[in-house]
């Protein structure tokens, strides 16, 4: 029988002098019932946490240096592991014929920028990663906006004062690297024409997240449309949507859905807009081969680690959990070799079953959430395959308001987010549930935005005024 060892104490000292502090001031009931109403966020108003998230200033300095070195490691992977050859990396993470092939050439145009979210769990001692999301189909673009908006509470306002803590606007720093990336494509005498784009099958799931995007996107000065790869229209070789010239396409499709002939054919154009200079992509759609569980599983190799620096194999052993393709043989965490199917066996509950190029949990085994002998069938199906087994990690508890006047422990998921100037924001869905599969909205998590120590002078958060909020 396994023994569970019990979970970490409490991460944030902030987070628990805050909820110290509104037992002391603020009346029972939801902090943010009227603060998201006035918003305009009353409807999204469920799946909000009654509080932030804190991060300290030293652990947000930390994280976001220890993003960076993996970041820059993901990306010297062809040349360190594969001579250069990007068709050869993206072929080992488990992409078919034509998506390798979209690799490649996408990767001869343009720049790609460091950009992305990592999914991190604190395990008491640290931050752990869990996943890299490379690419620009970001989920929580949208953080600064509850910022803002939970400004409005007089205790939380206090506190962001007193303890001179900060918050980063995400989606600014979305903005900044995609005029840094197309910035030959960009007009300079008007806004940019930017459309944000997926398939037509997840724009009729999820479409209208994009319009809320595109709409955001006027505060920073861009025109924003929202549309699939079926809109588009193509007079003289131009994007156009609604009879509107297209600059820039910010991509939410993703590699896996590039897998059939049909989206293929509709994409066709697109890249050869972007190759001939008339539109610029972002991102990249080689960005997805670095942000792959796959990629994280060649970082934690035992058998590669001779192609690593001491400094960057300290930040490898820090802040990644073992994982391992699903191959007959690998070495377990303390070095042995062994037979991975009998390690699997013995450590289910320890053990997370995940694919590679799958999204948004979709796809992951958590082995303690499964019977053994479903347990033992979905590692068999995965030999040899397109999947890797990581290492559960354990996410302390951080107390948050529980919106009646109590407070409650959640653990958390931390979307922290990269650019080339470092942290660029996060934000964090968090479960009651300490057992639960994954942190994520389909298991029932609630989302928060997060307050970061290093208060900046004249900072949104410093002068603690809620800025223009946008209707939903």
């Not at 999947?387 to 006047?405: C, E, H, K, M, N």
Request: hydrophobic share 40%; aromatic share 8%; net charge negative.
């Amino acid at each position: 029988m396994t023994t569970i060892p019990p979970h970490p104490p409490h991460r944030s000292s902030l987070g628990r002098a805050y909820v110290d502090q509104l037992a002391q001031q603020a009346p029972p009931g939801d902090p943010t019932a009227g603060v998201l109403e006035k918003a305009g966020l009353a409807p999204f108003r469920d799946r909000f946490l009654a509080g932030p998230a804190f991060l300290a200033e030293p652990e947000r300095d930390t994280v976001a240096r220890d993003l960076r070195i993996v970041y820059d490691l993901l990306r010297s992977l062809p040349d360190r592991l594969h001579d250069g050859d990007l068709t050869t990396l993206a072929g080992a993470v488990g992409m078919d014929a034509r998506q390798c092939a979209l690799i490649t050439r996408s990767a001869r145009t343009g720049s790609l920028l460091p950009l992305g979210r990592g999914d991190l769990y604190h395990d008491g001692t640290g931050f752990k990663l869990l996943e890299f999301n490379i690419t620009s189909a970001l989920g929580g673009f949208w953080n600064a906006d509850l910022n803002r908006a939970m400004l409005a509470h007089p205790p939380l306002r206090s506190f962001v004062r007193e303890h001179a803590l900060d918050y980063h606007d995400t989606l600014a720093s979305i903005v900044r690297t995609i005029r840094a990336e197309c910035a030959e494509v960009i007009p300079t005498d008007r806004p940019p024409v930017v459309a944000v784009v997926d398939t037509e099958e997840n724009f009729a799931a999820v479409g209208d997240r994009f319009v809320v995007f595109a709409a955001m996107l006027a505060d920073h000065g861009v025109e924003g449309v929202a549309c699939h790869l079926g809109e588009f229209t193509y007079p003289n070789g131009q994007p156009t949507v609604d009879g509107r010239a297209v600059d820039v396409v910010v991509r939410y499709f993703l590699v896996e859905d590039l897998s059939d002939a049909t989206s293929a054919a509709l994409l066709e154009p697109l890249l050869t807009a972007v190759e001939q200079g008339r539109v610029g992509l972002f991102s990249r759609l080689d960005a997805e081969l670095y942000g792959n569980k796959g990629t994280l599983a060649m970082l934690s190799d035992d058998r590669h680690r001779d192609r690593f620096d001491a400094a960057e194999l300290a930040c490898i052993d820090r802040v990644l959990p073992w994982t391992r393709y699903v191959r007959p043989l690998a070495t377990a965490p303390d070095g042995s070799r062994t037979d991975l199917l009998g390690y699997a066996h013995a450590h289910q509950h320890e053990l997370v079953l995940k694919p590679t190029l799958l999204h948004g949990g979709h796809g992951v085994v958590p082995g303690w959430t499964v019977d053994p002998a479903e347990w033992d069938k979905h590692v068999s199906s995965a030999m040899d395959g397109p999947y890797v087994l990581q290492q559960r990690v354990r996410p302390t508890a951080d107390p948050f308001p529980d919106g009646t006047g109590g407070v409650q422990d959640l653990v958390v998921n931390w979307g922290v987010f990269l650019d080339k100037d470092g942290y660029a924001g996060a934000f964090v869905r968090a479960s009651t549930d300490p057992e639960v599969g994954v942190v994520s909205f389909g298991a029932g998590a609630r989302t928060g935005c997060v307050f970061h120590g290093g208060w900046a002078q004249g900072s949104a958060a410093g002068r603690a005024a809620p800025q223009r909020t946008r209707r939903r």
